[in-house]
Structure formats: structure tokens, C-alpha cells
């Protein structure tokens, strides 16, 4: 292998890793980062997208419980590791009122190879579609991949994440079992 290709090879694995933007995985708690993401006010996060089946779903219906929204995209390798962890949380916390929220970023010509992978990955949470990238713009105006926000039983934002590492959701684990035990 030439010298040139190994730098490449060790940066391809690191983004893999990462996330799909190339920064790195982070937690942040609410208070930083673009307004629209904190939930500011009593009123917190609201938004309504439709379902795989065409359904509207509006976030402010799922108030009184704990949600952790998380923005993915189809070809996003990172997004798919995570989402698999975060569906294994939310299989075992859902009957504490903990929920799963996922907002595919995909365009419109894509939703067939959105259906296929909800099928090859049997997500059992709601899989919204933003198509329009309306909702993704307002929370996560930089498209940083996978993105999730985590909201306490008021709809408020707690704490935000980007990216992906292998362990993130430990983290994700630990914040919500912390906002479950309020």
C-alpha cells in the first residue's frame, strides 16, 4: 500500500466513527449551540412530520413522557449503528415512559431506500420523514449526522448529541434514566 492511500484509509475509518459530518461525538446540555435547539420557554420542542405510512405525528403529543429525537439519514452508516443501540434503550425503557422518535433526512426520491433499510433493521419506533428537511433545518442547521435531542417530560431540550461512538449510548442511557427518575 503506498504511503499516500494509509492517511486517507485512517481518516475514512475516523469519519465512519465519528459521524457522517466528520466531527466528532459530543453531548452538550441545553444551553448551547442554535436557539431553536434549546426549547427555550415552558412550551419546549414541537413539531409534526408524517410517518412511513403517511400518518402526521406531532412531538408535542408524546409531553409527559421522555423522548430522545434522533435525525438520521439512509446512507449514514454511523447513523444505522446508533439507531440499532438507541432502539435496544428504548425496547427496555419504554414501559417507563421513555420514546424513540427518528426524523429520516432523506429527500423525497429516496423514501424507498428508507422503507427498505426500516425493513432489513426492523426499527420498531416511529421512523418521521422530513423530506423537506424543514424540522432538520430548525434543530440541526448544519446537518451534522447522526444528531439526536434528548427532552424531559415538558418537551424541554436536556442535552444534545452529535455524532456517534461506539459507547454513546451509555451516555444516552445514563441521561435518561436520570430524567425517567423525576
Known amino acids: 500500500?503506498?504511503?499516500?492511500?494509509?492517511?486517507?484509509?485512517?481518516l475514512a475509518a475516523l469519519l465512519a466513527l465519528t459521524g457522517c459530518s466528520g466531527a466528532g461525538a459530543s453531548a452538550r446540555p441545553d444551553g448551547e449551540g442554535p436557539e431553536?435547539?434549546?426549547?427555550?420557554?415552558?412550551?419546549?420542542?414541537?413539531?409534526?412530520?408524517?410517518?412511513?405510512?403517511?400518518?402526521?405525528?406531532r412531538l408535542g403529543a408524546l409531553r409527559g413522557k421522555v423522548v430522545f429525537v434522533s435525525f438520521w439519514a439512509s446512507w449514514c452508516?454511523?447513523?444505522q449503528i446508533e439507531l440499532a443501540r438507541?432502539?435496544?434503550?428504548?425496547?427496555?425503557?419504554?414501559g417507563r415512559g421513555f420514546?424513540?422518535?427518528?426524523?429520516?433526512?432523506?429527500?423525497?426520491?429516496?423514501?424507498?431506500?428508507?422503507?427498505q433499510l426500516v425493513h432489513r433493521y426492523r426499527y420498531e419506533f416511529p421512523v418521521l420523514l422530513d423530506q423537506e428537511s424543514r424540522v432538520s433545518?430548525?434543530?440541526?442547521?448544519?446537518m451534522d449526522l447522526p444528531f439526536g435531542l434528548l427532552l424531559d417530560r415538558q418537551g424541554r431540550?436536556?442535552?444534545?448529541?452529535?455524532?456517534?461512538r461506539p459507547g454513546d449510548e451509555l451516555t444516552v442511557r445514563k441521561e435518561v434514566e436520570e430524567l425517567l427518575a423525576r
Open 1 to 10: 500500500m503506498s504511503e499516500r492511500l494509509l492517511p486517507a484509509l485512517g
Open 36 to 57: 431553536a435547539a434549546r426549547g427555550a420557554g415552558s412550551a419546549g420542542v414541537d413539531f409534526s412530520l408524517k410517518d412511513l405510512a403517511g400518518k402526521p405525528v
Open 77 to 79: 452508516e454511523p447513523c
Open 86 to 94: 438507541l432502539q435496544e434503550l428504548w425496547k427496555e425503557l419504554q
Open 99 to 115: 420514546e424513540l422518535v427518528s426524523v429520516c433526512a432523506d429527500p423525497a426520491d429516496s423514501e424507498g431506500a428508507v422503507r
Open 137 to 142: 433545518d430548525r434543530f440541526n442547521p448544519t
Open 157 to 164: 431540550v436536556t442535552a444534545r448529541h452529535q455524532g456517534y
